[in-house]
């Protein structure tokens, strides 16, 4: 598609649940990347991938945070057990090429841990 | 390590005045900058960007030049309109790096009629 996808649009657990995330990236972009913003506007990167490999996951939790991007599939990201300060609005963003390359954002998933 | 500061604000103004925001970066390596706007509600949108030293991006009335000796890329717009509200937030990416998205804290923009 022309634009990136993500589902659901709002997501509300109880502290211990799972939650999984999705992303379809533009149409012919090779790069796919996850992004955490927390209060006060601030971003925080987690994961990237160039097609289906990981590219960069020095921003994953690794403990309970994990991510995938299979052939023909939309991306996803899983919090296993979540916990309050995983409420956030978890955005995805992809790319055409690397070296700089404007990254296209997603509208983002609202997730709220109660 | 990567890092943008932008001025916080939040910055209020009335319609049809000069705006200036702020950013001054630190990177390693040869970045690319980048301005994005965010609606309330809404996703992050591209407004701009700048890949080399002295080039000037421009979209919507706003333009940003790339100061690679003063390491700087303010925004700025002549006329600012109430459907300019939004929060806008520098960043860059090092080119060659691991490509992700350095972020400022966002500076929040309230124009008035």
């Known amino acids: 598609g022309e634009e990136v996808a993500q589902t659901p649009k709002h997501l509300v657990r109880g502290e211990g649940q799972k939650a999984k995330l999705y992303c379809a990236p533009i149409?012919?972009?090779?790069?796919v990347f996850w992004y955490q913003q927390v209060l006060k506007n601030e971003f925080k990167f987690l994961i990237s991938?160039?097609?289906?490999?990981?590219?960069?996951e020095t921003g994953m939790p690794k403990e309970r945070f994990s991510a995938k991007c299979l052939p023909n599939s939309p991306c996803s990201l899983e919090i296993q057990a979540t916990k309050l300060e995983d409420s956030a609005v978890y955005f995805c963003?992809?790319?055409?090429?690397?070296?700089?390359?404007?990254?296209?954002f997603g509208p983002g998933t609202r997730l709220l841990v109660l | 390590g990567n890092s943008v500061t932008q001025m916080e604000g939040p910055v209020t103004l009335s319609e049809e005045a000069f705006l200036t925001i702020n950013c001054t970066y630190t990177?390693?390596?040869?970045?690319?900058l980048f301005w994005y706007v965010q609606y309330p509600g809404e996703g992050l949108q591209l407004l701009l960007k700048?890949?080399?030293?002295?080039d000037k991006g421009s979209n919507k009335g706003f333009e940003a030049t790339y100061r690679k000796e003063t390491t700087s890329f303010h925004l700025e717009k002549g006329s600012v309109q109430v459907s300019d509200s939004a929060v806008y937030f520098c960043?860059?990416?090092?080119?060659?790096?691991?490509?992700?998205?350095?972020f400022g804290k966002g500076t929040k923009l309230t124009v008035n009629p």
């Open positions: 960043a860059l990416i090092t080119q060659g790096g691991s490509e992700k998205l350095v």
């Open positions: 963003a992809s790319s055409r090429d690397r070296d700089g390359e404007t990254q296209y």
């Open positions: 700048a890949t080399k030293a002295d």
């Open positions: 149409k012919g972009h090779s790069y």
């Open positions: 990177a390693t390596g040869y970045p690319s």
């Open positions: 991938f160039q097609n289906e490999n990981v590219f960069d």
